[in-house]
């Protein structure tokens, strides 16, 4: 059974920071190509970062230079560093693992986590 539980997030100032971890389990974290996504109220989920199969990360443009996504396969986690924290980046942060095997996707998800920016 997979599970996939992330923890991390809360209320913070604009202009602050939080680190939202994902920790694995059920699964062969180091084959899967981890990422967050994040949903705000009356919004479609977006992707904020992800690492794709060759190992390089990508953003969407609204957080690059500002978050991180880093990953520690001894511990079958994948981070999340968030700083200079804006209003429009309030949204539950959810944890995805996806995998391509043959033209079959593998994606599982965590229950979110949600992060509020606000003074």
């Known amino acids: 059974q997979v599970q996939l539980v992330e923890s991390g997030g809360g209320l913070v100032q604009p202009g602050g920071s939080l680190r939202l971890s994902c920790v694995a389990s059920?699964?062969?974290?180091?084959?899967?190509?981890m990422g967050w996504y994040r949903q705000a109220p009356g919004k479609q989920r977006e992707l904020v970062a992800r690492?794709?199969?060759?190992?390089?990360?990508e953003y969407t443009d609204s957080v690059k230079g500002r978050f991180t996504i880093s990953r520690d396969n001894a511990k079958n986690t994948v981070y999340l560093q968030m700083n200079s924290l804006k209003a429009e980046d309030t949204a539950v942060y959810s944890c995805?693992?996806?995998?391509?095997?043959?033209?079959?996707?593998?994606?599982?998800w965590g229950q979110g986590t949600q992060v509020t920016v606000s003074s």
């Open positions: 995805n693992a996806h995998m391509s095997v043959i033209g079959r996707n593998y994606d599982y």
């Open positions: 059920g699964l062969t974290f180091n084959v899967y190509d």
């Open positions: 690492f794709t199969g060759s190992g390089i990360t």
